[in-house]
């Protein structure tokens, strides 16, 4: 078993690159975003790229997520891991991922993202902020760290202090709990579900894939467990 989260990311790219990793829904808007193994290994590349050359940051350093469940968030949680910076639940950090109505004045690097279907850029950046989904486009597909991640290194900081080795076996643990077993298919409920390790790292590390709804209307459940041949649902 992977002691690091980018290391069990890795593995579930490797197993099938071209199978579907992550399915977003936003029932609110009607978007459906679908991201293969490798196409969601871009983006976490990039986000990667952008924070370790882009900004300078890297072990020791802290990032903070004020963002839902999102497959924009996966790529940035992960990405954010893979570069080796450790995930801080407040925003006293290093760098700071915000919407829009979250964002707020502080220091280091800051980054703003609407959540938009197609990954749409802001209409109004914040004041002190970028753009997540303009900057990070400019950085490559591909991230090799400097000094690879190792399983004592923290994967999150402040409040809630964990390893990388004690975050990859809660995951196994709660992936346990929740069900999931080796090549289903989970609908997650991004409401009810709103922490990393329910939404992406027990299906991860269970080699799962996630069908992620935010806004989840209760009349579409049925008819998308068909769709996207659903075996789990956490609703």
């Keep these: 078993m992977s002691e690091t989260i980018p290391a069990a990311f890795a593995d579930a790219v490797r197993r099938d690159p071209t199978a579907p990793l992550l399915t977003f829904y936003d029932d609110a808007t009607g978007d459906r975003t679908e991201l293969s193994g490798a196409t969601l290994d871009n983006w976490v590349s990039k986000t990667a790229n952008m924070l370790a050359d882009g900004s ?3 072990a020791g350093d ?11 968030t996966a790529a940035i949680l992960l990405g954010a891991w893979s570069a080796g910076l450790a995930v801080d639940l407040g925003n006293d950090a290093d760098v700071v ?6 964002a707020s004045a502080g220091a280091g690097e800051r980054y703003a993202t609407g959540l938009l279907p197609l990954a749409m850029p802001l209409r109004q950046v914040p004041p002190g902020y970028a753009d997540y989904v303009v900057e990070v486009r400019a950085f490559g597909d591909r991230f ?3 000094h690879p991640v190792n399983g004592d290194d923290p994967a999150y900081t402040g409040r809630d202090d964990r390893s990388h080795r004690e975050t ?3 995951a196994v643990q709660r992936a ?16 009810t579900h709103r922490d990393p390790m329910d939404w992406l790292l027990a299906p991860l590390v269970a080699d799962a894939s996630v069908v992620l709804c935010a806004n989840l209307d209760p009349g579409t459940v049925a008819k998308r467990t068909v769709a996207e041949r659903v075996t789990v649902t956490m609703a």
Excluded: C, N, S, Y
């Excluded at 346990?176 to 409401?191: E, F, T």
């Design 56 to 58: 300078g940051l890297g």
């Design 62 to 72: 802290r990032v903070a997520v004020l963002l839902p469940p999102h497959w924009q």
């Design 97 to 102: 991922f915000a919407t829009p109505e979250l």
């Design 144 to 146: 090799t760290p400097i």
């Design 168 to 170: 990859v076996d809660d």
């Design 176 to 191: 346990a709990a929740m069900g999931i077993a080796k090549g289903d298919r989970v609908l997650i409920d991004a409401r």
